[in-house]
T-cell receptor, first 114, second 112 residues
Framework: GAGVSQSPRYKVAKRGQDVALRCDPISGHVSLFWYQQALGQGPEFLTYFQNEAQLDKSGLPSDRFFAERPEGSVSTLKIQRTQQEDSAVYLC????????????FGPGTRLTVL | GQQLNQSPQSMFIQEGEDVSMNCTSSSIFNTWLWYKQEPGEGPVLLIALYKAGELTSNGRLTAQFGITRKDSFLNISASIPSDVGIYFCAGHIIQGAQKLVFGQGTRLTINP
């Protein structure tokens, strides 16, 4: 399909391990967003890219979280030295133009840190 | 943290009943959006509102952007089993970095 895809869909990590989560946005979409959704809560903003430029990373909870989008399409969210509180669903969304355009969400990656 | 207060947190209704949920905030929003999320999926946009006072329908769904720009409601008429899911309000705050902020969600359960 032509929607946003994310991989892996599920990831189990031992505390202290590094993880990398991938997002493939809708082709041609300029803006890309990462959100963290804790169990029973709404998504919370992590970071925003316009093409390859990371314009807002104010939602990243710590310096263990790092995101990149080197060629302005696929993005990777990396979490170093994972902690139990990092367990959540990580959602990626993309929009055609600016950050206030309609965002289309992927299915998410459920991360469980043991 | 969340800046939107969404209520109710959960609803248990009979098929065919109407549903109403709302969101309020202490901040002013320049857009209000309503999303639905089903298990294992990302949120899907249902209705988008861009002007204070705007009333918009999408089939059996109706949503309004409050006059004060600090609240919105979503109504679902004649509920059917496929309406089951979690409904989120969201919006872009009028000031600052224009982040999309989400409410805590309303979990809708329908008894057939």
């Amino acid at each position: 399909g032509a929607g946003v895809s994310q991989s892996p869909r599920y990831k189990v990590a031992k505390r202290g391990q590094d993880v990398a989560l991938r997002c493939d946005p809708i082709s041609g979409h300029v803006s890309l967003f990462w959100y963290q959704q804790a169990l029973g809560q709404g998504p919370e903003f992590l970071t925003y890219f316009q093409n390859e430029a990371q314009l807002d990373k104010s939602g990243l909870p710590s310096d263990r979280f790092f995101a990149e989008r080197p060629e302005g399409s696929v993005s990777t969210l990396k979490i170093q030295r994972t902690q139990q509180e990092d367990s959540a669903v990580y959602l990626c969304a993309s929009s055609f133009g600016s950050r206030t355009d309609t965002q289309y969400f992927g299915p998410g990656t459920r991360l469980t840190v043991l | 943290g969340q800046q939107l207060n969404q209520s109710p947190q959960s609803m248990f209704i009979q098929e065919g009943e109407d549903v109403s949920m709302n969101c309020t905030s202490s901040s002013i929003f320049n857009t209000w959006l309503w999303y639905k999320q089903e298990p294992g999926e990302g949120p899907v946009l249902l209705i988008a509102l861009y002007k204070a006072g705007e009333l918009t329908s999408n089939g059996r769904l109706t949503a309004q952007f409050g006059i004060t720009r600090k609240d919105s409601f979503l109504n679902i008429s004649a509920s059917i089993p496929s309406d089951v899911g979690i409904y989120f309000c969201a919006g872009h705050i009028i000031q600052g970095a224009q982040k999309l902020v989400f409410g805590q969600g309303t979990r809708l359960t329908i008894n057939p």
